[in-house]
Nanobody, 125 residues
């Protein structure tokens, strides 16, 4: 079993920044992909970005590219989503997710094995 605990959401004005964190526990971590998704009630979860744990490579959706970054603290099994220049359309519940054998299917939420509880991000105009 894997537990993912998220924190860092909140209310921010447009143009501001927030940093979300996702701490994983419960299993030896290697070879996995940790991704961030976001979701508005009634809509599909939208892929935001990912970190390939072994290589450290990151990849982002076009909607956040250049504004969001992902970093990690290996000692703490924690991944951070740094969100800069936030826009009202970034308002959503943000989730972290972990999966193995994700490959090129990283945007498909059903490919992931474990999810965090979600944290609300609200960007006011």
């Amino acid at each position: 079993q894997v537990q993912l605990v998220e924190s860092g959401g909140g209310l921010v004005q447009a143009g501001g920044s927030l940093r979300l964190s996702c701490t994983a526990s419960g299993r030896a971590f290697s070879g996995y992909t940790m991704s961030w998704f976001r979701q508005t009630t009634g809509k599909e979860r939208e892929f935001v970005g990912l970190l390939r744990w072994n290589s450290g490579r990151t990849y982002f959706a076009d909607s956040v590219k250049g504004r969001f970054t992902i970093s990690r603290d290996g000692a703490e099994n924690t991944v951070y989503l740094q969100m800069n220049n936030l826009k009202p359309e970034d308002t959503d519940v943000y989730y972290c997710a972990v999966g193995w054998d994700i490959g090129l299917y990283f945007a498909y939420s059903e490919r992931y094995d474990y999810w965090g509880q979600g944290t609300q991000v609200t960007v006011s105009s």
